[in-house]
């Protein structure tokens, strides 16, 4: 049995599309309240988030480059810190889907 994600809060970067969209359904699906990164697309992103709300889970989608560390750590952790982290507490998961 998986262990419950219930109160954790992941980033996804590239969790709009792909295994990173997958990856961010099954963190939802499993309690994880989810910030789905994209880099340029954030209307897939808020697909995503769609979904997952659909599904009574908690997200939100966050647009912003992480092809280095400097913007992507700056990027994920402003826009991820001003909304979704304040609600949940710390940020426990990251899944680098991103295609850089």
């Known amino acids: 049995m998986a ?3 219930q109160g954790k809060t992941a980033v996804v970067t590239g969790g709009s599309q792909g295994i990173g969209r997958q990856i ?6 499993q309690g994880a309240s989810v910030v789905v990164n994209c880099s340029s697309n954030k209307q897939k992103a ?14 939100i989608a966050v647009q912003g480059e992480v092809s280095t560390v400097r913007q992507g750590g700056r990027n994920v952790r402003q826009s991820a810190h001003r909304r979704e ?8 998961l990251s899944d ?3 295609g850089i």
């Open 3 to 5: 262990a419950s994600l």
């Open 24 to 29: 961010s359904l099954n963190l939802a699906k």
């Open 46 to 59: 808020d697909e995503v988030v769609s979904q997952i709300e659909s599904e009574h889970g908690k997200a």
């Open 85 to 92: 982290l304040r609600r949940n507490g710390t940020l426990q």
């Open 96 to 98: 680098c889907c991103a």
